[in-house]
């Protein structure tokens, strides 16, 4: 097991930088994963850890060595790829095999090592055969054990689970995190999926624009995002997030909006007068009653709960969340209020930081005002 950390990483293609000043520390032992959007620059990262790409400027250290000129093969990690990236020539055991091989492990060695390993992921009964006769499933699980026979200080694995149906994705999902648990190994793991990210890490890098956003444990990025783009970008369906004006009325803070107006949550010291967004949780919007007057717009049924999508203004809809017995129809008017101790309130501008104070118990539970 080994600590990785990046420090004031910066990588640039020509004039294009596709990570700014990263500084990130990966516990040893450790499940994180880097999620953001396509371009974020969460493979960047990926890739320079992996020693496929170089850094311009700062340091990567693994293991309290610093590993920028060090080659990829003499990291001590191991990378499992989108494509799997078996060779269609060789068996499963021979795949397996490979990495020890090419490190001159004798042949009588590696074969206890590949059993114990194809062991470990099921895969003993699929030893003789060639990737071509093997599920998308039974490859993902070649490509890991390719990575695990090496017994590497950390494991990278770039969106392996994209090639996958969503059953088996589910499914991959548990076996991995099961692995992690077994093994006690520091994986670091790229993906766009935030379910992936939500269900598998210990915590989450959220990146943007090839900047850290925020690094969390997933109930705190999804409970108390740093900015907006978080509490966008992770969710759902995704958070209401409602642009509007806030004012400090008599020491209480207020957000005001077409079709909604509602005292806030505790803010922090930078909250000023003016342009702001109000974030609303659709599981923190409460349907059927309350303060806030709407129009149903549209009803997705999921089999075990209603997405309600709720026209409360002109360009300003709030979406909700109810139970399948609960059925409303397109253009039946409807009442909602909003849970104020879950709501967020972002700063206006580039940084959207988020303005809330750490919620208390005491914290009023419903919005009490409405329109």
């Not at 960047?44 to 000129?69: C, E, H, K, Q, Y």
């Not at 149906?165 to 999902?173: E, I, P, V, W």
Request: hydrophobic share 40%; with cysteine; charged share 20%.
């Amino acid at each position: 097991m080994a600590e990785v950390v990046f420090k004031d990483i910066v990588k640039s293609f020509g004039s294009f930088t596709a990570v700014h000043g990263l500084n990130l520390t990966i516990a040893e032992g450790e499940f994180v994963s880097l999620l953001g959007p396509s371009g974020c620059g969460k493979t960047t990262t990926l890739r320079m850890l992996a020693g496929l790409d170089f850094p311009t400027s700062g340091s990567i250290s693994i293991g309290n060595r610093v590993v920028n000129d060090v080659a990829p093969g003499e990291r001590d990690i191991a990378m499992v790829f989108q494509s799997y990236a078996l060779y269609p020539h060789m068996t499963v055991y021979d795949n397996i095999a490979y990495p020890l091989k090419k490190r001159g492990v004798r042949k009588a060695d590696r074969a206890p090592m590949v059993q114990k390993t194809a062991d470990l992921l099921q895969l003993t009964e699929l030893l003789r055969r060639k990737p071509r006769q093997l599920s998308g499933g039974q490859q993902q699980r070649v490509a890991l054990g390719r990575a695990l026979v090496r017994d590497p200080k950390v494991f990278l694995l770039d969106e392996p689970l994209s090639n996958l149906d969503a059953k088996l994705r589910g499914y991959m999902r548990v076996e991995l995190v099961e692995l992690h648990r077994r093994l006690g190994r520091t994986m670091v793991y790229v993906t766009h999926d935030q379910l992936e990210a939500m269900t598998m890490s210990d915590r989450i890098a959220v990146m943007e624009g090839g900047k850290l956003q925020q690094f969390a444990p997933p109930n705190e990025v999804y409970r108390e995002p740093a900015n907006r783009f978080v509490a966008g970008f992770i969710g759902t369906p995704a958070m209401n997030l409602i642009d509007g004006t806030l004012a400090n009325e008599a020491g209480a803070w207020r957000f005001a909006s077409p079709g909604i107006t509602l005292t806030c949550p505790p803010l922090t010291d930078d909250a000023v007068s003016g342009p702001a967004c109000l974030g609303v949780r659709p599981e923190d919007v409460l349907l059927g009653e309350g303060p806030i007057r709407g129009q149903v717009q549209v009803v997705e049924q999921t089999g075990h709960e209603n997405i309600v999508v709720v026209k409360i203004a002109d360009g300003i809809r709030l979406t909700g969340r109810a139970g399948a017995d609960h059925v409303w129809r397109p253009g039946e008017t409807i009442q909602c209020a909003v849970d104020v101790s879950k709501a967020h309130v972002f700063a206006a501008g580039p940084s959207g930081q988020r303005l809330n104070r750490p919620l208390t118990k005491d914290q009023p539970r419903l919005a009490k005002e409405g329109a």
